[in-house]
């Protein structure tokens, strides 16, 4: 009876993510929400961009999957890339925006990764991590702002990519202890596939330009 209990919760929670997700969110990558200042803006893009938290949801997963030393290669890839990507975006030495097809396969790859619970070599581990990092700080990048503006944003999103990926990940972990929590992991990585399909299937509705 626990055991069902705590199952019908975690499907309850599952359903609030993939609506949370599916909802359309008005924040983009180069603008304040409003409300907010340029800091806490920055802190909440990645979660309220749909192809940014299923991403990141996927990376945190995977990590947890794997073996500690493969683990902790991937997250320190992903924070190395991320960081420099956005320190180059901030200094306009490199360009922003992404297909948001890209970052929806790459949220797919890792999900499909998840949902069949695979050991990945550590290389290619940290080839997705330091893709999708680069993918998402492309798509974090301030097109329009003051340098402190376009600072304060960027400084935001790279903590909060920092908390969900460790954060994620750690619980992620934990959950594997776990049987039925282990496979509650698995059908998550199942979930983000049939968002990231859903999420893609309307961004191929019209013709895509980089965010």
Same mark, same amino acid.
């Given at each position: *009876?626990?055991? %069902?209990?705590?199952?019908? =919760?975690?499907?309850?929670?599952?359903?609030?993510?993939? $609506?949370?997700? +599916? +909802?359309?969110?008005?924040? =983009?990558?180069?603008?304040?929400?409003?409300?907010?200042?340029?800091?806490?803006?920055?802190? &909440?893009?990645? #979660? @309220?961009?749909?192809?940014?938290?299923?991403? #990141?949801?996927? @990376?945190?997963? &995977?990590?947890?999957? %794997?073996?500690?030393?493969?683990? =902790?290669?991937?997250?320190?890839?992903?924070?190395?890339?991320?960081?420099?990507?956005?320190?180059?975006?901030?200094?306009?030495?490199?360009?922003?925006? $992404?297909?948001?097809?890209?970052?929806?396969?790459?949220?797919? !790859?890792? /999900?499909?990764?998840?949902?069949?619970?695979?050991?990945?070599?550590?290389?290619? !581990? %940290?080839?997705?991590?330091?893709?999708?990092?680069?993918?998402?700080?492309?798509?974090?990048?301030?097109?329009?702002?003051?340098? /402190?503006?376009?600072?304060? *944003?960027?400084?935001?999103?790279? @903590?909060?990519? *920092?908390?969900? +990926?460790?954060?994620?990940?750690?619980?992620?972990? *934990?959950?594997? =202890?776990?049987?039925?929590?282990?496979?509650?992991?698995? +059908?998550?990585?199942?979930?983000?596939?049939?968002?990231?399909? &859903?999420?893609?299937?309307?961004?191929?509705?019209?013709?895509?330009?980089?965010?």
């Amino acid at each position: *009876m626990i055991t %069902q209990n705590r199952r019908s =919760r975690l499907g309850r929670w599952l359903a609030a993510l993939a $609506v949370l997700v +599916v +909802v359309p969110s008005s924040a =983009r990558a180069h603008t304040i929400i409003k409300g907010a200042d340029e800091f806490y803006s920055g802190l &909440l893009h990645p #979660v @309220l961009t749909p192809s940014h938290i299923l991403l #990141v949801l996927g @990376l945190g997963l &995977l990590a947890s999957q %794997q073996e500690k030393p493969t683990s =902790r290669a991937g997250i320190l890839t992903f924070i190395g890339v991320v960081t420099m990507t956005l320190a180059f975006t901030a200094t306009k030495l490199i360009s922003g925006g $992404v297909y948001q097809s890209v970052l929806l396969a790459l949220a797919l !790859c890792v /999900a499909a990764l998840v949902a069949l619970e695979k050991k990945v070599p550590r290389l290619v !581990c %940290q080839l997705l991590f330091a893709a999708s990092a680069l993918a998402i700080g492309l798509d974090s990048a301030v097109e329009n702002g003051t340098t /402190a503006v376009i600072i304060k *944003m960027l400084v935001g999103t790279w @903590l909060s990519l *920092m908390l969900l +990926v460790f954060n994620i990940a750690e619980y992620g972990r *934990m959950a594997g =202890r776990r049987h039925w929590l282990k496979v509650g992991v698995r +059908v998550l990585g199942s979930w983000i596939i049939a968002i990231s399909l &859903l999420v893609l299937a309307f961004a191929l509705k019209k013709p895509q330009a980089p965010s």
